[in-house]
């Protein structure tokens, strides 16, 4: 029993060890890095809910939900974008008017909206009322959710108060360097949160576990496992923020870490009700010894929306 419990152990070992790094270096370099970082593993996990969906008899719009969930996607870096192309055509003189990033998502969601009620209206297809709804709500439960992490990277290099946290209100070169810098540490330390608060649990629960936390929607799980992971969590946190998040305050990162250490793990709960209502293990097999993109990522796609709207709206604000 205990070998089938880590047998696959070795393979998520040696996957981790190639991913991890390059997930960091990404995070860290931010800009359109970070941003294609994010969308692929935003696209890659739609598939996966939409593949889950058609296991239930729904058809949802593949492509299209995929297609406009990148354009939301590119809407949480739409600063970075919209200041990038003024600068290029103002170089040959031309002046650019651009939507505002707001008025960019709006337009992008209303536009998904009218595309999927049209397309399904001659696409003549059974259950079009699951059809509309699964692939709306796709798009509004995965691709806005991660879209929020991008978000969250791009406060640090467009949003920071830098007269908060600097005696000279005047950002130079230096203090915008460390601000990016900044950036990229607490969407790493999200990360690094995360995946200890998802280690300890497993090692808690293999180890310690006798209560069941919710046997009907993933048996494995328990509640001795979410407590080692809960605690783990807002250790990680607090060591971040003593290491390399200066401008955190320490009751903000216990916040942000009692934030991972629930709804991150709820999160998990949520994608694994998903795949029970689909009865299958895994949302699809695409990473070796882990599962789907989405089973990987099912705690982070809960939980960006919540640290970006607490970051951006408490604790920079």
């Not at 969308?39 to 809910?49: K, R, T």
């Not at 593949?51 to 590119?74: D, Y």
């Not at 692939?135 to 991660?146: A, D, M, N």
């Not at 998990?268 to 990522?297: C, N, Q, T, W």
Request: with cysteine.
């Amino acid at each position: 029993m205990e070998k089938s419990r880590f047998s696959s152990l070795p393979t998520r070992v040696a996957v981790a060890a190639l991913a991890i790094p390059a997930i960091i270096l990404l995070t860290l370099q931010g800009g359109y890095w970070f941003f294609g970082l994010v969308a692929l593993i935003s696209s890659v996990s739609l598939i996966e809910f939409y593949k889950l969906s058609e296991r239930k008899g729904a058809l949802p719009l593949i492509k299209l939900g995929v297609f406009f969930g990148l354009l939301v996607n590119l809407a949480f870096i739409y600063e970075r974008l919209q200041l990038d192309l003024y600068k290029f055509f103002a170089d040959m003189g031309i002046r650019l008017s651009m939507f505002s990033q707001l008025q960019f998502l709006l337009v992008v969601l209303l536009l998904f909206i009218l595309a999927v009620l049209l397309t399904e209206l001659f696409r003549n297809k059974e259950s079009s009322t699951l059809n509309i709804a699964l692939t709306v709500f796709g798009v509004l439960g995965i691709s806005v959710f991660f879209g929020t992490l991008i978000g969250l990277r791009e406060v640090f290099p467009y949003g920071f108060p830098v007269y908060k946290f600097f005696s000279v209100a005047v950002a130079d070169t230096i203090q915008l360097e460390q601000i990016n810098r900044w950036g990229g540490y607490t969407v790493v330390s999200l990360f690094a949160s995360i995946w200890i608060c998802d280690t300890a649990a497993y090692f808690g629960g293999v180890s310690l576990g006798r209560h069941k936390l919710m046997e009907r929607v993933s048996p494995g799980k328990t509640w001795e496992g979410a407590v080692f992971g809960f605690v783990f969590a807002i250790l990680t946190m607090v060591l971040a923020q003593k290491t390399v998040l200066e401008y955190l305050p320490l009751h903000h990162a216990v916040v942000v870490g009692v934030f991972v250490g629930v709804f991150g793990q709820l999160g998990d709960l949520v994608e694994s009700r998903f795949k029970r209502d689909a009865d299958v293990k895994d949302s699809s097999s695409i990473i070796p010894g882990h599962g789907g993109m989405y089973d990987r990522f099912d705690s982070l796609v809960f939980l960006s929306p919540i640290v970006y709207l607490y970051i951006d709206f408490v604790v920079l604000s």
